[in-house]
């Protein structure tokens, strides 16, 4: 497969992060609702990982499967294909998103369906599958609540795990009262912002939806190489409507999803309730393998995604990216994400793992500031339960970011010129000695502050966004000399 960055999708309509950012930052309400989400899904998976005794075991064996796998890609993706096939199933390769979404449409459109029911799924939200099915006149109906919550609002997920962690209860309650009679069954009168009268109202809404749905469109957690399993794990038994009542399921999952053996589902199915949602098991975990004659789907289509995949596989430090296993950990720990939430990021993928997934199926070209949307603390490194270390990878990002700018470049930036000015002194003690004394001299004009005041030209964003320590009066080296005043520089 040859991924084409032109044609993927994964959003990216937004400003830079900086830019997003700094509008997020201005809205105290979407602070407040992460701030209580993020704190309360944070605590519970600590407490839940720090109960058991072997998690870093689990965490480090989660890791070597998942190495293992992205190291032999090829053999077991075409196992997956042999055992699907083998147990009725279909299988479709895509190269890309518009390639997906043709191949989804098609299939529907060989239905005769005219809508289709959703379990919650990345894959389809990157490749922007709704869009393309709408345009061929085929109406998709998100089923999870969170993405019904983001559907009906008419917005964007924010975050891996529960998409509309960026609205609060009344927030909800006004969607569903404005929202819901356009989309089918309308809110119950007097509906009130208590979880339990808005969960039953969604209830209401979608029964009708997924008794009528002749096909459903699904994501994957895992695939099974060895036995062409499928499992969609989820926490509202929405997910396992759609995958049992419709004639037709098509499953549209990354191809870095799959497993080698059954097996490894028993390391994957502790470490992911545990790192997501801080439950020791997960509600429904639905698999399936291929169709059964009289039960469940009677057709069913895997659609195995590229879409940049085999070229983040292609950098040996990037890779690690395509072991995540979507449990959001990483978000929820992260201190850049609980100040902007998920839409500054522009991406289907926020936080730490958007901003190292997304400029490597995208391009970094493309997604420029995202590997610099972090502060390197390493909370997501140490959360990861399958062991991505997140800060490397966005070090090596950053580095393709400058590079590739440079080669733009006839001449050399503000930053560049900088960095060849710091080289040039750091290499000689002479030149060090003489900008000690510069800065020294510098630290004396300004000693009556602490930190340095806004400095013109482009040096002025720098100083705008940081409060930078105003230079020592005297440096080690002047202080050494002048109190050791033999054998001083040894
Ligand atoms: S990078 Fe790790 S912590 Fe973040 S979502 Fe993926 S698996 Fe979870």
Redesign the pocket.
């Known amino acids: 497969m040859s991924p084409d960055s032109g044609t993927n999708v994964v959003w990216l309509g937004s400003p830079g992060f900086p830019e997003a950012a700094h509008t997020a930052l201005g809205d105290p309400q979407l602070r407040r609702n992460l701030r209580k989400a993020t704190t309360t899904i944070r605590d519970k998976r600590l407490a839940v990982t720090g109960e058991l005794d072997d998690w870093e075991q689990l965490r480090e064996a989660g890791a070597a499967t998942k190495r293992h796998t992205l190291r032999h890609l090829d053999r077991y993706l075409l196992r997956l294909e042999d055992s699907v096939t083998k147990a009725g199933g279909v299988v479709h390769w895509a190269a890309d998103a518009a390639g997906a979404n043709r191949i989804v449409t098609e299939l529907v459109r060989a239905t005769s369906a005219h809508e289709v029911v959703k379990v919650k799924s990345m894959a389809t939200q990157e490749i922007g599958l709704n869009e393309a099915l709408e345009q061929a006149g085929i109406r998709a109906y998100e089923t999870d609540l969170a993405e019904l919550i983001v559907q009906l609002g008419d917005d964007r997920p924010s975050h891996?795990l529960v998409p509309a962690i960026h609205r609060n209860r009344a927030e909800i309650r006004e969607i569903f009262q404005r929202e819901m009679g356009a989309w089918g069954r309308p809110a119950p009168d007097g509906l009130t912002d208590e979880p339990r009268a808005l969960a039953e109202a969604a209830r209401l809404h979608l029964r009708d939806k997924f008794l009528r749905a002749k096909v459903a469109v699904s994501g994957a957690n895992f695939a099974i190489a060895e036995t062409g399993t499928v499992g969609v794990v989820e926490s509202e038994g929405n997910g396992r409507m759609c995958l049992t009542l419709p004639e037709t399921l098509i499953t549209v999952m990354g191809i870095e999803k799959v497993l080698p053996l059954w097996q490894d589902l028993e390391v994957f199915l502790q470490l992911l309730p545990r790192?997501?949602t801080g439950e020791r098991m997960n509600p429904y975990t639905s698999t399936w393998r291929g169709v059964t004659p009289g039960d469940g789907p009677q057709a069913f289509h895997l659609v195995l995604l590229d879409n940049g995949r085999t070229a983040t596989l292609a950098d040996t430090v990037g890779r690690q990216?395509l072991?995540?296993?979507?449990?959001?950990?990483?978000?929820n720990v992260c201190p850049v994400y609980e100040r902007t939430g998920g839409h500054a990021y522009g991406s289907v993928y926020p936080?730490?793992?958007g901003a190292i997934l997304t400029p490597q199926l995208v391009g970094v070209e493309h997604a420029a500031t995202l590997p610099f949307a972090s502060t390197l603390c390493g909370a997501?490194y140490d959360?990861?339960?399958?062991k991505?270390n997140?800060p490397e990878v966005l070090t090596h990002l950053r580095a393709e970011v400058v590079e590739a700018k440079r080669a733009k470049r006839r001449v050399p930036g503000a930053e560049a010129l900088a960095m060849k000015a710091a080289t040039a002194v750091l290499a000689s003690p002479r030149r060090l000695s003489v900008a000690q004394k510069a800065a020294a001299l510098g630290g004396r004009l300004v000693s009556c502050k602490d930190v340095i005041g806004p400095l013109p030209g482009p040096l002025h964003a720098w100083t705008d966004a940081r409060d930078t320590p105003a230079p020592p009066t005297e440096s080690f080296r002047a202080w050494w000399q002048r109190t050791h005043p033999t054998g001083a520089d040894s």
């Not at 959360?383 to 399958?386: F, L, M, N």
């Open positions: 891996i790192s997501s990216a072991a995540c296993i979507r449990c959001s950990a990483c978000l936080g730490p793992i997501c959360a990861c339960p399958v991505i997140i």
